[in-house]
């Protein structure tokens, strides 16, 4: 698409819509902007595996190893340590530290399911999270955000806001997440009543809870309740939330008290060793691997001991840092091992895997920022991942949510809808009487095979500009950065919101009220 | 690396000098520029595969059917015609068209060599081809250059030569290719003559001879003779070369005829199905692939009838064209498929496979360029490309060789060369002593272990920032582009030749002159 102005929805998405098609009925479809949203994409590809059986015992067996006889710490958190005691672990008080018998965890983790709905307020936005899904969640965490307009600021609400209707508006984006960016003119012991608002009401498709402390865990769940019903939160799961271990081989009393509450509800956790190799990990994809696996199993088997069969997800955010100069690297090729090989991990404990996504250090919309994206969202979706988290909108080493970058970044994903379909095998896909048509010499553009096809033929960009030198130099040279620009824009204007129930959303704003008024602004 | 005045020779490269390192010795190392060839790519990674049994036999029989019933074309070169015909194939001469009886090109094929060497006048820069080992070399083609300073223009024999010095100077570049860029400034009927120099005298890498003409053809290797001696030359393969398919299903008499002249003198030849989906195949993956593979059959097993062992490559460019504008597009995921299918349907004849590397169809080195360049890149590595053309430059659909893009593309392959070897099992990557050292909440950054890999144990990019958002605004908020730029600017400055025997020098030239002053310019 070379002319900025077409729509964001995919070709494939009017697949099925005015049967033959012809000239008017495209110019019909080309007018009218679809929003279409794609399901979870269902991986008919197998997965790329870097691990033979022998290597992963190594990594296994180092792995029981480092649990048995160094231990993980569970700091600040006095109740996990409890826990412990009881299930027959050895705690060190002193050090907070717990030292498992070899086995212990892998039998605890037994109870984790391998996969589980995550049910959104509409039930055509339920994700499956687990087996051959794979679901993309937009970028998490950064205070700033930035467009090539305006440049890079703090974030605020509207800017969150936004990025929520952004991700509700792309067709390749499954779910809402969580922080998508720090709405920092919010009191940071509030922003999080309005991040899941926002969810919630500018959004449908399922989201991420707030994990900065118990009682906003517990807050969300609460909104929740007022959403899909106690009773339904209780028995099903609603959200899935992110709990960082504080590599290495650590999880603080902030993570553990979210992870408390979340599985006290049946809510699911990724519990996601956070490693810039070489800081939180050894500068070895080996190493880097064990300390992963160790760091997982004991946080998910702390999930099982609070509630056994509370869904957890493997996780893992993998970078390193240069040994030059210490600042974190992104789409280098080490990360890329340590995902396929924890996918392997993951897989043998048949639960849901987590990666990262559209990672990248670069500071602009450049060529490095997509050079580092396509090296982790490629291996992340060969590796078979489940829950891909900062698939689109990451820049500057997480510190950044990019519009523009968001919108580049969604293409990709589409991309992957197609790619992870793998090949069609049908007699229409073989094509046979469309070559005996041709012949040699000839060309498919006319040929009826080419026509009955080239609807759906292929994965149709949103951001690409194929056209040529001249018109493009005609149109003012844009690069994609300019052209993800307008798109943005575009989308925002034309933007409605997901009808919502007025009575909850009454009902989610009187909670909101109450609960911001029972304390004072905090700001750190 | 951040401040753009690194020397392009990656960490690994000062390996095993000076010992166990410190301060001073890492200065050191950094003052004198290295400029370390990295030896082909062994891979280590199982390739990743895309067809099960039962879907190449779908695309082997209909391969058989086509070459059966529909035929290839061969055009414009009647000696053809008479071989198939001596051969046993059904000739029709009238529309220069071959039908080959079944079984027939597969058993011609079984005298084409799994693997071969191609060897370089400098002994230590010869290239294995075939198996577990992947070859990069430069684009091909462009009748244009690009720089962000001077902007898009016509190349000369100036680019021509910087383009190889580039690929000469950069380690992670295994091979100087051929028409890096066509250089406009010389007749059309005499510029191979100066490529082919360029080549021999500013590199000591194994590169591809001309493929306009069969004369052509065999300038190049009457000028290889120069170098390597007569004797050498038939004995051995000095040459790998292009031959396109004009796809569907034909080979002209431009590329018959050269790739008779290499075939006759043992050289090397991709036989190559130059594909845009949907205009030169059909609009699927699969039938694409059988038209691929029933290309390369009848142009292997033409070069194994001209003298039965000589060297071919199953080559595939594959791409497809936007069925809405009818360009031709890149890094989509369609061609990333066949990319996948091809090399496993090559890998059933054992036959070294060639792909394309850093395609995109972005005028600028933007994102749009780097997103679609990994999105070929990746696949190609881990699909088990023995020979990737195109591997850095390549801009618009092929039209432009990018300087800057040229220097970016390069940094990815190096990568790829990490990647590839696949994760180290060592104790010492298993790291347990480090986790044992360090243990829970602490970092790895001063450990024992870290301390003793640091220097080797990472990718050390030679392009991206990876530093402060505040150092980079300081610094001009340069992107890749132009910190690219910088690079090769310095590394033509750096540019010292490689030694060339003065008479072998002398003796070409005369060649040269010889054969230009034998006719008139030809521009067209």
Redesign the interface.
């Known amino acids: ?2 002319d900025g102005t077409t729509t964001d929805a995919p ?1 494939r998405t009017r697949r099925g819509r005015g049967g033959g098609g012809g000239a008017d009925a495209r110019r019909a479809a080309r007018a009218k902007p679809q929003v279409v949203q794609m399901p979870a994409i269902q991986r008919s ?2 997965e ?4 033979d059986e ?2 992963l015992s ?1 990594i296994e067996n ?1 792995a029981d ?2 649990l048995e ?5 569970f ?1 600040d958190y006095p109740r996990a340590l409890d826990l412990w005691e009881k299930a027959g672990a050895t705690v060190d008080r002193s050090e907070e ?1 717990v030292r498992f018998p070899r086995g212990m965890l892998r039998e605890l983790i037994k109870t984790a399911p391998s996969h589980y709905t995550q049910h959104a307020r509409n039930p055509e936005r339920s994700v499956p999270i687990g087996g051959k899904s794979t679901v993309f969640a937009p970028v998490y965490g950064p205070p700033f955000v930035s467009d090539i307009e305006k440049g ?1 600021r703090y974030a605020t609400i509207e800017d969150f806001n936004n990025f929520v209707k952004l991700a509700y508006a792309n067709p390749y984006m499954h779910h809402s997440g969580g922080t998508v960016c720090e709405p920092c003119d919010i009191a940071v012991n509030k922003r999080h009543l309005d991040m899941v608002y926002a969810h919630i009401k500018y959004s449908d498709k399922p989201f991420m809870g707030s994990v900065t402390a118990p009682e906003r865990a517990q807050d969300t769940i609460n909104m929740c309740n007022l959403v899909f019903g106690e009773e339904f939160v209780q028995q099903n799961t609603v959200l899935t939330s992110l709990i960082n271990c ?1 590599s ?3 999880l603080d009393g902030t993570m553990l008290g979210a992870l408390d509450v979340y599985a006290q509800n049946n809510q699911a956790c990724i519990v996601s060793p956070f490693i810039l ?11 880097t691997l ?2 992963v696996l160790c760091e997982v199993m004991a946080g998910s088997a702390f999930a099982q001991l609070v509630r056994p069969g509370a869904p957890v997800i493997f996780g893992t955010f993998a970078a ?1 840092i ?9 789409g ?3 990360p ?2 340590v995902l396929y ?1 924890a996918a392997q991990l993951a897989r043998r404990f048949n639960m849901p895997f987590r990666s990262g996504g559209a990672l990248c ?15 982790t969202i ?2 992340a979706v ?1 590796g078979g991942v489940n829950f891909m988290l900062h698939s689109a909108g990451w820049l ?2 997480g ?1 950044v949510a990019s519009y523009e ?1 968001f919108i ?1 970044d969604c ?2 994903l589409g ?2 809808h ?2 992870a379909k ?4 049908s007699e ?5 009487d ?3 048509e ?8 006319g ?1 009826a ?2 026509q009955a ?3 759906t ?5 949103t ?7 001249e018109q ?1 130099e005609v149109e003012g ?1 844009k ?3 300019q052209r993800a620009n307008a798109i943005w824009k575009r989308m925002l204007e034309e933007y409605v919101p997901p009808p919502l129930d007025e009575e909850k959303d009454v009902a989610l704003q009187a909670y909101m009220a109450e609960r911001k008024a029972s304390e004072a602004d905090a700001f750190s």
Chains 1, 2 share one sequence.
């Open positions: 698409m070379t070709a590809l197998k790329f595996e870097v691990l022998e290597a190594i180092n190893k480092v006889e160094i231990g993980i710490g700091k530290r890079r504080n290495p081989m650590t190799a070489g800081a939180m990990s050894p500068t070895t994809v080996t190493a064990t300390q390193n240069s040994m030059q100069t210490g600042a974190p690297t992104f280098t090729p080490e890329a091992l090989g250090g670069s500071k602009s919309v450049d060529a490095q920022a997509a050079y580092e994206t396509n090296a490629i291996p060969m500057e080493g510190l970058k580049l293409d990709q991309m992957m197609t790619f793998g090949i069609d095998l229409n896909a073989q094509g046979m469309a070559m005996r041709v012949g040699p010499g000839g060309h498919f553009l040929c095979h080419t096809n080239f609807q033929a292929f994965y149709q960009s951001t690409t500009d194929n056209g040529s030198f493009w040279k690069d994609s950065a």
